[in-house]
């Protein structure tokens, strides 16, 4: 599966922003998804994922209440509606998908298929 992030910007902390990821094959709904996100100088980090069959969601203590994982599947996309954001959630964001994972979903490296990221900017 190929990944397609987008909807990244600079915004004032406070603002709201709505994170995209398009992917593409005909087997969209059996991947489940989720967001990292890499700051300058530190690692990759997991913010959230969707899972590909009940739907379940979890996110990063940092980022639960303000941040919000949902799918459409007819349209193959997956988004992060991100709110009340902070200066500290600047960073690169990144989609990224594996089949019919249930498991260590906050593990980068459980995860085959990633976005080329997307610029978030949040200034004070």
């Known amino acids: 599966v190929q990944l397609q992030a987008s909807g990244g910007g600079l915004v004032q902390a406070g603002g709201s922003l709505r994170l995209s990821c398009a992917g593409s094959g005909r087997i969209f709904n059996s991947y489940t998804m989720a967001w990292f996100r890499q700051a300058p100088g530190q690692e990759r980090e997991f913010v959230g994922a969707?899972?590909?069959?009940?739907?379940?969601?979890g996110y990063a203590d940092a980022v639960k209440g303000r941040f919000t994982i949902s799918r459409d599947n007819d349209k193959n996309t997956v988004y992060l509606q991100m709110n009340s954001l902070k200066p500290e959630d600047t960073a690169v964001y990144y989609c990224a998908a594996a089949q019919y994972a249930r498991n260590g979903l906050k593990d980068a490296e459980r995860y085959p298929y990633w976005g080329q990221g997307t610029q978030v900017t949040v200034s004070s």
């Open positions: 969707i899972t590909w069959t009940d739907r379940w969601t």
